[in-house]
């Protein structure tokens, strides 16, 4: 039996030191078709904060006070439409919340709001809502469990899975 043939890709990427460790995605740009329903929607159901407009193309908003978080943008998508499913693109940003609590809030302003969940997953690490925005963008509000609490394997790799969530109990936090 032969060796599994190694992709171009594989072949071509050179063996390089992991990025270090402090390093973190600090904000996403994302393209919209209007700036004042994606604010109706990223400020006004999730709570996000305007930090700054540029004029009626773009906004910047956050958690907290940082710069931005997000940025929203029309330069190149003013009035227009998602792009087809099967297309390359964004599949969703991912919004950490810092507790469990913090998550249930985010749900409960998604339910005052009637914003329909695509689903709610419980991968051992975190636990996650999904949705998308008004211009079809995947979002996903997640909070992280503890590393201490992570499932893995007995020689102590990470053991993901995706099972899910108990929305119901997600609401008894307080």
């Known amino acids: 039996m032969s060796e599994p043939a190694i992709s171009a890709l594989e072949a071509k990427t050179p063996q390089v030191r992991?990025?270090?460790?402090g390093t973190r995605i600090g904000h996403v740009h994302l393209k919209v078709a209007d700036i004042e329903?994606?604010?109706?929607?990223?400020?006004?159901?999730?709570?996000?904060e305007l930090m700054a407009r540029y004029g009626a193309q773009a906004a910047f908003i956050s958690a907290g006070g940082y710069h931005h978080h997000i940025g929203l943008n029309t330069w190149e998508s003013l009035g227009g439409q998602p792009p087809p499913r099967g297309t390359t693109g964004l599949y969703h940003l991912a919004v950490l919340y810092p507790s469990r609590s913090a998550l249930a809030d985010g749900l409960r302003r998604l339910l005052?709001?009637?914003?329909?969940?695509?689903?709610a997953s419980d991968h051992g690490v975190s636990e996650a809502l999904y949705l998308r925005d008004p211009d079809e963008n995947g979002v996903e509000l997640y909070r992280d469990r503890?590393?201490?609490e992570w499932p893995?394997?007995?020689?102590?790799?990470?053991?993901m899975?995706?099972?899910?969530?108990?929305?119901?109990?997600?609401?008894?936090e307080p």
């Open 146 to 148: 503890p590393p201490a």
């Open 18 to 21: 992991p990025i270090e460790a």
């Open 161 to 172: 899975y995706t099972r899910r969530l108990d929305i119901d109990d997600l609401l008894r």
């Open 112 to 119: 005052a709001a009637g914003i329909h969940l695509d689903g």
């Open 152 to 159: 893995r394997t007995p020689d102590g790799k990470l053991a």
């Open 37 to 48: 329903r994606a604010l109706a929607f990223y400020c006004g159901v999730l709570g996000f």
